[in-house]
């Protein structure tokens, strides 16, 4: 059964910094490319970041790019998220999700296969 659990969300002061992470189970991580996304209340699903199965290539939304980093440890079957100078309009439920399809879909939410539960993130003002 494959499982990915997001941690590390919590409640920041804008301008402070999170790290998520995501664990998988179930899943040989290394196998697929990775992937964040976030929800805020009455908006849709958008991408944040993305990485490779290798970890060589990474993508990211153009609201997070410069401020965040994506990144993967495959012996830990562990994928991270640092966020820095977080911003209120970073609030949001974040996931992360496993993808085995090709990388030009990276940003597509639907292209991938496995989600996690989601982990919240609050940034005050």
């Known amino acids: 059964q494959v499982q990915l659990v997001e941690s590390g969300g919590g409640l920041v002061q804008a301008g402070g910094s999170l790290r998520l992470s995501c664990a998988a189970s179930g899943l040989f991580s290394s196998r697929y490319a990775m992937g964040w996304f976030r929800q805020a209340p009455g908006k849709e699903r958008e991408f944040v970041a993305g990485i490779s199965a290798t970890g060589y290539s990474t993508w990211y939304a153009d609201s997070v790019k410069g401020r965040s980093t994506i990144s993967r440890d495959n012996a830990k079957n562990t994928l991270y998220l640092q966020m820095n100078s977080l911003k209120p309009e970073d609030t949001a439920v974040y996931y992360c999700?496993?993808?085995?399809?090709?990388?030009?879909?990276?940003?597509?939410?639907?292209?991938?296969?496995?989600w996690g539960q989601g982990t919240q993130v609050t940034v005050s003002s």
């Open positions: 999700a496993a993808m085995a399809g090709k990388l030009s879909y990276i940003g597509v939410g639907t292209a991938y296969d496995y």
